[in-house]
């Protein structure tokens, strides 16, 4: 019994604000908490007074009223113009979420049932554990194995599903040190409760403490050129002259002309796709049906680790500092010699 | 059914009505009477409705500990058959296929509905959908949630999942037949006078409904289909690794699921306007804003799907003009709200039982109404979505919504259907006790929501379970309560005092004949001079 009351003493009703993410949320959350509990006293309190005031005495007969135009506006006009803050507020957040910052640090998500595989560019790896350094915004870029999972940490408010055959990303800046939950919440079959883990936030010396072992087998780059070599794709793709298939060297993040006329960026869902799926998109100037489907022979964190080996060729490639208003990279066909590309000047602002 | 031995003085000359005028087997199952059709929905639908509740009182219990006490497999299983159970076998059909199967005829004059014969078709094919999902949960139940998201449904789950499927595919058929009959009854079969603006607010709201479910339905139909291609032939339609894609399967989902939750709550608008203008001897505040917003719900209803995907990776921009989308769509509901609120001002208001739901109804609906503007405004929609605050958003709707209004309906319109009178201090009662077993059963899941804990997990992080306890206990509350209303509306179709044709002192054709009525409701084609609800010169106001 003092178990159980003890127990209620400690009972949570609020979640932690761990990120810089959850404070506009909550005051969102709050906003709407408080538009609903006066709502819900208004029209209780309505409901009683009239229940009670017009309650049915004999003698007393009801009074016909047929309604009041100006009265239903009000009660529509006046309830959307506070929806429409509450759209307005929710966008603006929403547009934010979207939008990682452009010195995020890049970790990556693989959902697989029932763990979450989380790979970091110096080569670390952990399942179900994510750390990250306070004050840092982190990118993830998530993949799945198999059916669609969700990422969530609902210390940060956030959250985003993770819908295998593309990548979903999400960022968050942590604010506060400590360990908080990190579950899945798309079902996504038996053992779905047991896809949880933990976020562990730590002050940058900690973290640095923390990463300084690096991976065992190299950084994610490393990984993926061992891989690289493994799979046999440097046979095609050789780095410095034109083989049977583009040369990979300054491709990350430019824009690449495709024989059907369209010009599509290198980003990693175009380079994901080129690398299960090689005929879906075609080069200009290259055959189809060269390279093999790799679809079901690789890993989702393959897949990471080789595109972490293309994104090293082009070094000093923010992500979000390219645009694609640079020309296409022209990817010589087979037999010309390759001619380099410009070094890439960081796009003006959006 | 009255027996000499009960009524000795009443029972001379039994007057014929829909339910002694035949006997036996064959006069149920071949029936055309609308009201027949409409009792054996009755039943039908509330076997379904305890077979849900079983399972939802079961993975209650499973959850008053948070490493659980069932099997995952068991507790997947349980949730998904409560889930497939409750919205397709009981809430879609719940109001349309039995109290406005009943009342939609009679409320606008007509002998029956434009195809008696389809109706019949319908519960038919109703109870074949509603036996193959039972096969599937007898052979050892499905585990993909009532959502059938791919490509966990079409790929990767080793339950029975084709069987269920079929079972609500079949179940879809049934309430596109139910929504075409009320379209064309309403469209032709009308009295004379019966004119669009004096149809009483139940019908005009079942007519919209019936438009959501003839337009909606069939892209569910479609939709499954497609899954049993993919889990059947390995078509590439939804799975990326043989070529498809998984968010295709939600768009076409939810392009019918979310029309059908106004399948699911514009009946039960329809029964609380009825029962807000009779216990306030009133007609309805704003009637002409009342029917056109049971429109607007039914166009908006199409047009919000995307609400449900906002974290699937769709575009910032089709994000926000779903959001807007589905604000605008609160704006009629709001209307109607305020409407039944206004109703009462100046009224003569009585607290008979079906007045009670009503009530329980429009603050339970104002609460699931309002916490769904959190789902719409697209950043709280991300920290909530998946978790316990969309469980408690939409049963606050469905259940705090939908099921007291079927229960006030039923409660309204027993005494027409059986000729019978409840009990009334054990129906206000248990009318009290699931009002409070509603409450707390579903308002600590919108604190646990925020919390971040997820839905459908059969294990859970144990800070998380004290409020899982008092939501497990108001559930046991919520199921006792639900049980009462069995025992007294049974008892009272063989004890209950005789109704009398309008105990109410209720306007509106149904209550100017006989309770029950006959075969063919009227003796002869009445013919309507005055609006629904003309309650100042009804006589006999009953106090």
């Given at each position: 019994m003092l178990a159980r009351l003890l127990f209620l003493a400690d009972l949570e009703l609020f979640p932690p604000a761990a990120s810089a993410q959850a404070g506009p949320i909550d005051d969102l959350y709050w906003f709407e908490v408080i538009v609903s509990a006066i709502m819900t006293v208004l029209i209780f309190a309505a409901i009683v007074l009239f229940a009670w005031k017009y309650r049915r005495r004999p003698g007393v007969e009801a009074v016909q009223i047929e309604g009041s135009t100006p009265l239903e506006l009000t009660w529509s006009i006046l309830p959307f113009l506070v929806m429409l803050v509450m759209f307005g507020w929710g966008a603006q957040l929403y547009f934010a979420a979207q939008q990682p910052p452009k010195d995020a640090m890049e970790i990556f998500v693989t959902g697989k049932q029932w763990m979450w595989k989380i790979q970091y560019p110096d080569g670390n790896r952990e399942i179900d554990e994510l750390h990250v350094p306070v004050g840092q915004p982190v990118k993830l870029t998530m993949a799945s194995e198999d059916v669609i999972h969700s990422f969530s940490i609902p210390a940060f408010r956030i959250r985003h599903d993770v819908v295998p055959g593309h990548y979903d990303s999400v960022w968050f800046t942590p604010t506060k040190p400590g360990r908080y939950h990190l579950f899945c919440t798309e079902y996504c079959g038996n053992q779905h409760a047991g896809m949880i883990g933990w976020v562990t936030v730590m002050d940058q010396r900690a973290y640095n403490n923390w990463a300084s072992g690096g991976g065992s087998q190299g950084t994610l780059a490393e990984q993926g050129e061992k891989l690289f070599q493994q799979f046999g794709c440097a046979t095609c793709h050789l780095l410095d002259q034109q083989g049977r298939c583009p040369v990979l060297r300054d491709l990350y993040n430019k824009p690449v002309q495709l024989s059907d006329g369209r010009t599509v960026l290198a980003d990693d869902a175009y380079l994901r796709e080129s690398i299960l799926e090689p005929n879906a998109k075609i080069v200009r100037g290259f055959e189809p049906n060269v390279m093999p489907n790799f679809r079901g022979q690789v890993s989702e964190e393959n897949v990471i680790q080789l595109i972490g080996y293309i994104k090293s060729l082009s070094p000093q490639t923010p992500a979000s500092q390219q645009g694609s208003q640079q020309p296409p990279v022209v990817l010589a066909p087979p037999g010309t010699p390759a001619k380099a590309s410009p070094k890439p000047k960081p796009a003006p602002g959006r | 059914m009255a027996t000499l031995a009960h009524h000795s003085a009443e029972t001379e000359i039994e007057p014929v009505d829909y339910l002694n005028v035949e006997f036996g087997w064959k006069s149920w199952l071949l029936t055309t009477d609308h009201k027949r059709i409409a009792m054996l929905y009755l039943i039908s639908i509330t076997l379904m409705f305890f077979v849900g509740g079983a399972a939802a009182v079961a993975f209650r219990i499973n959850l008053l500990e948070p490493e659980g006490i069932f099997a995952p497999e068991t507790y997947n299983r349980l949730f998904s058959m409560h889930g497939i159970v409750m919205v397709f076998?009981?809430?879609?059909?719940?109001?349309?296929?039995t109290l406005a199967n009943f009342f939609i005829p009679i409320m606008i004059g007509a002998k029956d509905l434009a195809f008696p014969r389809v109706n019949l078709l319908s519960w038919y094919l109703y109870v074949i959908g509603a036996a193959f999902t039972m096969y599937a949960v007898l052979r050892g139940g499905v585990d993909t949630g009532w959502t059938f998201y791919t490509p966990y449904s079409s790929t990767y789950s080793n339950s029975y999942v084709l069987a269920a499927a079929f079972g609500v595919f079949t179940a879809g058929f049934s309430s596109i037949l139910t929504g075409l009959n009320f379209i064309v009854t309403v469209h032709k079969m009308r009295a004379p006078g019966m004119t669009w603006s004096r149809l009483p607010l139940f019908v005009w709201s079942n007519y919209a409904t019936g438009l959501i479910q003839v337009l909606g339905t069939p892209v569910l139909a479609i939709t499954l289909l497609l899954l049993a291609f993919e889990r059947i032939a390995k078509v590439g339609i939804f799975d990326p690794n043989i070529g498809g894609d998984p968010i295709l399967f939600q768009h076409l989902f939810w392009f019918y699921s979310h029309p059908a939750v106004y399948i699911m709550i514009l009946p039960g608008m329809g029964v609380i306007s009825e029962i807000m203008a009779c216990f306030s001897r009133k007609r309805v505040f704003g009637y002409n804003f009342v029917a056109f917003s049971s429109m607007a719900i039914a166009v908006l209803s199409f047009v919000v799907w995307g609400h449900h995907m906002f974290l699937t990776g769709e575009s910032m921009y089709t994000g926000i003009a779903f959001s807007i989308l589905s604000f605008l769509v609160a704006v009629p509901s709001a209307i109607k709200v305020f409407n039944w609120t206004a109703t009462m001002y100046k009224g003569s208001v009585s607290f008979d039982t079906p007045m009670l739901y009503a009530f329980g109804f429009i603050g339970l609906f104002t609460i699931g109404g309002l916490t769904g503007l959190f789902l719409a405004s697209l950043a709280t929609d991300v920290a909530t979505h998946g978790t316990y605050f969309i469980v408690a958003h939409f049963h606050y709707v469905m259940v705090g919504g939908m099921v007291m209004a079927f229960l006030g309906g039923v409660h309204f319109w027993w005494p027409k259907m059986t000729g019978r009178m409840y009990p009334e201090a054990w129906s206000k009662f248990a009318a009290l006790i699931i009002f409070l077993g509603f409450n707390l059963t579903f308002f600590p899941q919108f604190i646990l929501g925020y919390l971040g804990m997820p839905r459908r997990y059969h294990a859970y992080p144990p800070e998380f379970q004290m409020l899982n306890v008092l939501s497990t206990a108001g559930a046991s509350v919520l199921g006792i309560g639900y049980l009462i209303p069995i025992v007294y509306m049974l008892w009272s179709l063989k004890y209950g005092p005789k109704a009398g044709n309008n105990p109410w002192g209720a306007t509106g054709l149904e209550w100017k004949i006989q309770s029950p009525p006959t075969t063919f409701n009227f003796d002869e084609t009445p013919i309507v001079t005055e609006e629904a609800y003309n309650y100042g010169e009804a006589e006999g106001v009953h106090g």
């Amino acid at each position: 019994m003092l178990a159980r009351l003890l127990f209620l003493a400690d009972l949570e009703l609020f979640p932690p604000a761990a990120s810089a993410q959850a404070g506009p949320i909550d005051d969102l959350y709050w906003f709407e908490v408080i538009v609903s509990a006066i709502m819900t006293v208004l029209i209780f309190a309505a409901i009683v007074l009239f229940a009670w005031k017009y309650r049915r005495r004999p003698g007393v007969e009801a009074v016909q009223i047929e309604g009041s135009t100006p009265l239903e506006l009000t009660w529509s006009i006046l309830p959307f113009l506070v929806m429409l803050v509450m759209f307005g507020w929710g966008a603006q957040l929403y547009f934010a979420a979207q939008q990682p910052p452009k010195d995020a640090m890049e970790i990556f998500v693989t959902g697989k049932q029932w763990m979450w595989k989380i790979q970091y560019p110096d080569g670390n790896r952990e399942i179900d554990e994510l750390h990250v350094p306070v004050g840092q915004p982190v990118k993830l870029t998530m993949a799945s194995e198999d059916v669609i999972h969700s990422f969530s940490i609902p210390a940060f408010r956030i959250r985003h599903d993770v819908v295998p055959g593309h990548y979903d990303s999400v960022w968050f800046t942590p604010t506060k040190p400590g360990r908080y939950h990190l579950f899945c919440t798309e079902y996504c079959g038996n053992q779905h409760a047991g896809m949880i883990g933990w976020v562990t936030v730590m002050d940058q010396r900690a973290y640095n403490n923390w990463a300084s072992g690096g991976g065992s087998q190299g950084t994610l780059a490393e990984q993926g050129e061992k891989l690289f070599q493994q799979f046999g794709c440097a046979t095609c793709h050789l780095l410095d002259q034109q083989g049977r298939c583009p040369v990979l060297r300054d491709l990350y993040n430019k824009p690449v002309q495709l024989s059907d006329g369209r010009t599509v960026l290198a980003d990693d869902a175009y380079l994901r796709e080129s690398i299960l799926e090689p005929n879906a998109k075609i080069v200009r100037g290259f055959e189809p049906n060269v390279m093999p489907n790799f679809r079901g022979q690789v890993s989702e964190e393959n897949v990471i680790q080789l595109i972490g080996y293309i994104k090293s060729l082009s070094p000093q490639t923010p992500a979000s500092q390219q645009g694609s208003q640079q020309p296409p990279v022209v990817l010589a066909p087979p037999g010309t010699p390759a001619k380099a590309s410009p070094k890439p000047k960081p796009a003006p602002g959006r | 059914m009255a027996t000499l031995a009960h009524h000795s003085a009443e029972t001379e000359i039994e007057p014929v009505d829909y339910l002694n005028v035949e006997f036996g087997w064959k006069s149920w199952l071949l029936t055309t009477d609308h009201k027949r059709i409409a009792m054996l929905y009755l039943i039908s639908i509330t076997l379904m409705f305890f077979v849900g509740g079983a399972a939802a009182v079961a993975f209650r219990i499973n959850l008053l500990e948070p490493e659980g006490i069932f099997a995952p497999e068991t507790y997947n299983r349980l949730f998904s058959m409560h889930g497939i159970v409750m919205v397709f076998f009981f809430l879609v059909p719940s109001i349309p296929a039995t109290l406005a199967n009943f009342f939609i005829p009679i409320m606008i004059g007509a002998k029956d509905l434009a195809f008696p014969r389809v109706n019949l078709l319908s519960w038919y094919l109703y109870v074949i959908g509603a036996a193959f999902t039972m096969y599937a949960v007898l052979r050892g139940g499905v585990d993909t949630g009532w959502t059938f998201y791919t490509p966990y449904s079409s790929t990767y789950s080793n339950s029975y999942v084709l069987a269920a499927a079929f079972g609500v595919f079949t179940a879809g058929f049934s309430s596109i037949l139910t929504g075409l009959n009320f379209i064309v009854t309403v469209h032709k079969m009308r009295a004379p006078g019966m004119t669009w603006s004096r149809l009483p607010l139940f019908v005009w709201s079942n007519y919209a409904t019936g438009l959501i479910q003839v337009l909606g339905t069939p892209v569910l139909a479609i939709t499954l289909l497609l899954l049993a291609f993919e889990r059947i032939a390995k078509v590439g339609i939804f799975d990326p690794n043989i070529g498809g894609d998984p968010i295709l399967f939600q768009h076409l989902f939810w392009f019918y699921s979310h029309p059908a939750v106004y399948i699911m709550i514009l009946p039960g608008m329809g029964v609380i306007s009825e029962i807000m203008a009779c216990f306030s001897r009133k007609r309805v505040f704003g009637y002409n804003f009342v029917a056109f917003s049971s429109m607007a719900i039914a166009v908006l209803s199409f047009v919000v799907w995307g609400h449900h995907m906002f974290l699937t990776g769709e575009s910032m921009y089709t994000g926000i003009a779903f959001s807007i989308l589905s604000f605008l769509v609160a704006v009629p509901s709001a209307i109607k709200v305020f409407n039944w609120t206004a109703t009462m001002y100046k009224g003569s208001v009585s607290f008979d039982t079906p007045m009670l739901y009503a009530f329980g109804f429009i603050g339970l609906f104002t609460i699931g109404g309002l916490t769904g503007l959190f789902l719409a405004s697209l950043a709280t929609d991300v920290a909530t979505h998946g978790t316990y605050f969309i469980v408690a958003h939409f049963h606050y709707v469905m259940v705090g919504g939908m099921v007291m209004a079927f229960l006030g309906g039923v409660h309204f319109w027993w005494p027409k259907m059986t000729g019978r009178m409840y009990p009334e201090a054990w129906s206000k009662f248990a009318a009290l006790i699931i009002f409070l077993g509603f409450n707390l059963t579903f308002f600590p899941q919108f604190i646990l929501g925020y919390l971040g804990m997820p839905r459908r997990y059969h294990a859970y992080p144990p800070e998380f379970q004290m409020l899982n306890v008092l939501s497990t206990a108001g559930a046991s509350v919520l199921g006792i309560g639900y049980l009462i209303p069995i025992v007294y509306m049974l008892w009272s179709l063989k004890y209950g005092p005789k109704a009398g044709n309008n105990p109410w002192g209720a306007t509106g054709l149904e209550w100017k004949i006989q309770s029950p009525p006959t075969t063919f409701n009227f003796d002869e084609t009445p013919i309507v001079t005055e609006e629904a609800y003309n309650y100042g010169e009804a006589e006999g106001v009953h106090g």
